[in-house]
Each structure stands twice: as structure tokens, then as C-alpha cells.
């Protein structure tokens, strides 16, 4: 996700100041043809045309027609190792990521719709790339497990460091969601998001928060068990870092509602497998690494996919 949001953030300026100056889109009506057939999946002139108008607002540069092309290819590459590796992103999560975008740019859903209609991007599309982007993240996270060092490659890099074992906090965690549906996000968010804020500043230990959210209509508690500080998501770690035992992070707003962390304790450990964690967020912790690995992958993918011109 964090390619997503990199992008995201990238083009919400071109995007507000695109919208109330931009041509109008090509209407879906107009003629469209398709371009290319990959992995038996069209591409059509009309999908190029609204990436395009995405690279434009993003002030790509070059012959854009086919950097779109390259793009849409590219996307349909991954959506077949998307499928392939049975990763569903539903629609609610798209809905709700789109929501966030909008909303950290100070637009409502509605001002987004248009300004992107505006910009010739079109709500639409730009919401697949979003459901792609998202899939994309789960592939390359579970590239990435599946090539994690083992514990006896820590060993031997400690041997080859003197034989110190690197330390890590171990957190006891658990998770407090107030569920919020999709259809009524915009109705009731507010609402519970106050509700998880007077919870969270009650929460003192792990022992006591089903007995708080007894009462509560939809919240649901998740002891996560113990969680090593490379092991954190990185949506959360950050915050979860900050916060002290006996304590929560501050409250969020996610896909599922309004959400917080409980830090049921954190103290130091170190181990073999300690070390085989921070050695693997080492090699693996930057974007330009990400990065590296994803057009690495999409290369492969691309040179075994049929690709049909027309």
C-alpha cells in the first residue's frame, strides 16, 4: 500500500487544481476499441485514454498514449497473479480507501467523483487502479514472506557480526474494532468514532476491555497474541511504538469502522528468531527495495504472459 499511497499523494493537487479546468472526459459511449488482449483480457483504446489523463494530471512526460499502454498491460499482467494467487479485494474496501483519499484532500466522495470525471481520469477508473494497487501490495507482501531468511541465516550473520543477537520489543496486543458497514459509513462514523475514543481512554490493561465493550453494539475485541516491533503492520507501527503498556494507540478510521490498538504489555527480548525478524526487516524495509521487487516481478509476469496487439 504504500506505493498506492505514494501515488495517491502525488497526484491530489493536479487533481484538485485539474478539476475545474480540464476538458471534460470521453464519454463511454464513444467508440472503443480493443488494443490489446492480455492473458484473454481486453484492453481497450478506451481504457488507455483515461490513464492517459491519469499521467497527465500526475505531469508525466513522453509520448503518454503509450506509457498508458504500457501501464494498462502491465495492470492486466497483475491482475492474473492477483487471481491466480486468489486475492479478493472487495468493494467496500475499495470504497472505503477511495472515501480516505478524498477525504485527506479535503473533498467530499461527490467533489471527487467530479473533479476526476473532469480530469478525464473518470471515478471508475481510478477506483480500479486502486483495487489493482491494493492486490498488487498482497502479492509483493507474500513474495516477500516466502523468501524470509531462516532462522539459521540469522545465525551465521551473527557469527559474522561477533555473535551479538539484535534485540526486539515483543508487544501483547489486541485489537478494538466499532464496527461501521459501508452503506451507512458516512451516517454513523462520527458517531462511533466518539464511542472509540471514550473507550480507549478508559483502557487500562487487556483483561478489562471485553468487560467495557459488554453493552456495546458491534465491537469486537481481538487479542492479537504477541507481536515482535518488525512483525507490526505498518499502518499501525508507528503508533503502537509511541504508546506505553496499559495503554492504546489514538483511534482510526479503516475500512471496518473506527478501530484502536491496546498495548497489553512490551518488553525486550532477544533470540534466534528475534534475529532472523530484524535482520529480514533490514533487507527489506525500504521503497526503493519494494520498488525494485515489483518491476522485477512484473517483468517475469510480463514475458510469460500472451499478449495479443490488435
Known amino acids: ?73 502491465n495492470q492486466a499482467v497483475r491482475a492474473s497473479e492477483i487471481q491466480r494467487m486468489n486475492i479478493r479485494i472487495s468493494d467496500d474496501q475499495v470504497a472505503g480507501a477511495y472515501e480516505r483519499f478524498a477525504k485527506s484532500n479535503n ?84 458517531a462511533r468514532k466518539r464511542e472509540a475514543e471514550a473507550m480507549r481512554q478508559r483502557f487500562q490493561n487487556c483483561e ?13 475485541v481481538r487479542d492479537l497474541g504477541r507481536v515482535l516491533e518488525p512483525e507490526l503492520p505498518s499502518d499501525w507501527a508507528k503508533e503502537v511504538k509511541a504508546a506505553k503498556a496499559g495503554s492504546a494507540t489514538v483511534v482510526r478510521e479503516t475500512e471496518r469502522g473506527a478501530e484502536f490498538i491496546g498495548i497489553c504489555s512490551a518488553r525486550e527480548v532477544s533470540d534466534d528468531r528475534v534475529a532472523q525478524m530484524v535482520f529480514q526487516a533490514e533487507g527489506s524495509g525500504s521503497s526503493e527495495d519494494n520498488n525494485d521487487t515489483s518491476k522485477k516481478l512484473t517483468e517475469e509476469l510480463r514475458a510469460k504472459a500472451q499478449i495479443i496487439r490488435r
Not at 28 to 42: G, L, T
Open 1 to 73: 500500500m504504500a506505493k498506492l499511497a505514494s501515488t495517491l499523494r502525488t497526484c491530489a493537487l493536479a487533481l484538485m487544481l485539474a478539476g475545474l479546468s480540464a476538458p471534460l472526459a470521453a464519454t463511454a459511449s464513444q467508440a472503443s476499441e480493443i488494443k490489446y488482449i492480455v492473458n484473454n483480457v481486453p484492453v481497450t483504446s478506451y481504457d488507455i485514454q483515461r490513464r492517459a489523463a491519469f499521467l497527465r494530471i500526475q505531469n508525466r512526460r513522453g509520448n503518454l498514449q503509450q506509457l498508458a499502454a504500457d501501464e494498462m498491460i
Open 107 to 190: 473533498m467530499s466522495p461527490s467533489q471527487m467523483d467530479q473533479v476526476l470525471n473532469q480530469s478525464g481520469v473518470t471515478k471508475a477508473h481510478f477506483r480500479e487502479f486502486i483495487r489493482s494497487q491494493m492486490g498488487w501490495s498482497q502479492v509483493l507482501s507474500q513474495q516477500s514472506r516466502s523468501s524470509q531468511m531462516s532462522e539459521q541465516d540469522a545465525v551465521q550473520r551473527m557469527l559474522q557480526q561477533g555473535g551479538d543477537k539484535p534485540s526486539a520489543t515483543e508487544y501483547m496486543l489486541q485489537q478494538v474494532i466499532f464496527v461501521v458497514p459501508a452503506s451507512e459509513r458516512r451516517a454513523k462514523l462520527g
Open 208 to 220: 478489562t476491555t471485553r468487560e467495557f465493550a459488554k453493552g456495546l453494539l458491534d465491537v469486537t
